[in-house]
Structure formats: C-alpha cells, structure tokens
C-alpha cells in the first residue's frame, strides 16, 4: 500500500516564528519529496531525498527552510523566521510503487501554512 | 528550464459534453507524463500516466491522453463530462524517464454547468 500521512494539516503562526511539518511515508519508499503549492497555483519541487540522503534542492528553498531525512524513513521540514509568502500547502509525496523511480507520485493531502 | 504550460487556466463545459484540457512541455529528454486532479479541500490524485509505447492512454474515471512528441504535447480528454468532473487538473512531467522530479502546470480549473 502506498500512503503518506502529514502532521499537522494546518499551521496558523505569526510571522517570524518557526514552524516544522512531518511526513511519514507508511511503507518503506527510498525517494521522498516535497513541493508547495499557492492558491491557484501547481505544485512547485522544493527537495527531494534517496534514503536519508538530501540530493536535491530547489531554489526556492532559502536558507530559512531546511528538510532532513535522519533514519530514511520520515522526514521533517523547518521554515524558520517564517513570513507571509510562506503561507502555502506543503505536499510531501513518494513513489507510488516503493523502490521505483519513475517519477509517478503519491501525494499526502498536506500540511496548509497560514503566516499572520 | 523545463516546464510545463497549461494555456487555459479556467474552463467551463456543460455536463455531457466533450472535454480536452491541453498541456504542452519543454523539450527534455524522455520525458514521462502525467495527468492529477485536484478537487476543493482534497489531495492530488493520479488520472493517467504516460512512459513509452501506445501514445494514446486510459485513465481512471473514464480520462484519456495523447502524447504527440513532434508537438510536446500530452492534451487530456474526455468524451462526456460529469458535473463530479468539476476541480483543477494539472499536468506534470518527469525528464530523464522519470529521474528528475515531477514539474508541474499552474492548472486548469474546469467548471461544468447544467
């Protein structure tokens, strides 16, 4: 079975305070990425990880977000000083079938950031 | 930079009507392709994917595809619309036969009247 659940589903903060999201797969995949998504907008790659290795990172991900994927099971992702373009849905996804790579994802129903 | 276009950002159709949402992409090598759906307050949902061979592909729900690769195209249809058909279809490609990350369209948001 193919599934991700992500905590918490929605985030009210202010600005400039520190937020972190999880996402755990429930069954083992090797890839595991994340987007964000805006209103009216599609999803858009932030990064991704093969096991617990980070192997790519977008430019939009600033200094301020880090992800990290310590046991190659779960992963986290931090927005510090957050700001009110922050505010978005952060997607994580996986593989559909586990131990494939063909770029057919399976999308949590993510985590909705507000920044007031 | 790759990417993908979704020319129309907002169709409406009448319920049993015809329906083809278009999506065009960047070249890129191998491309794989991919139609998801997106009702309101719901996740993204895999319609049809597209990897090699017959050009002409099903999807659930009764959703297909064509890729024509001399137009960079993966244009999705359908021959009669539902009105549970109503939400945001975007189109996504992965380069390199599926080993760069999904890139998506900024979506087409279909709207189906009575």
């Known amino acids: 079975d193919t599934g991700v659940s992500q905590d918490p589903r929605h985030k009210i903060t202010k600005r400039g305070q520190n937020v972190t999201f999880r996402c755990d797969p429930i069954?083992?995949?090797?890839?595991l990425y994340w987007y964000r998504q805006t209103l009216g907008q599609g999803p858009e790659f932030l990064t991704y990880?093969?096991?617990?290795?980070?192997?790519?990172k977008s430019r939009l991900l600033s200094d301020r977000f880090s992800a990290e994927r310590p046991k190659g099971s779960f992963s986290t992702l931090e927005i510090q000083r957050t700001e009110q373009g922050d505010s978005a849905m952060y997607l994580c996804?996986?593989?559909?079938?586990?131990?494939?790579?063909?770029?057919?994802?399976?999308f949590g129903e993510g985590s909705r950031l507000t920044v007031l | 930079a790759q990417s993908v276009t979704q020319p129309d950002i907002h169709i409406t159709v009448s319920e049993g009507a015809s329906l083809e949402l278009r999506c065009n992409y960047s070249?890129?090598?191998?491309?794989?392709l991919f139609w998801y759906v997106q009702s309101p307050g719901q996740g993204l949902q895999l319609l049809l994917k597209y990897f090699s061979g017959d050009t002409l592909v099903q999807g659930i729900k009764g959703f297909e595809a064509e890729f024509k690769r001399s137009q960079s195209s993966f244009n999705l249809r359908k021959p009669s619309v539902h009105w549970s058909d109503a939400a945001e279809y975007f189109c996504a490609v992965a380069f390199n036969s599926g080993n760069t990350p999904l890139v998506f369209g900024k979506g087409t948001r279909l709207s189906v009247i009575a």
């Open positions: 990880f093969q096991n617990e290795a980070q192997l790519e």
């Open positions: 069954s083992e995949h090797n890839r």
């Open positions: 996804a996986v593989p559909y079938r586990a131990g494939t790579n063909t770029g057919e994802l399976f």
């Open positions: 070249y890129g090598a191998t491309p794989y």
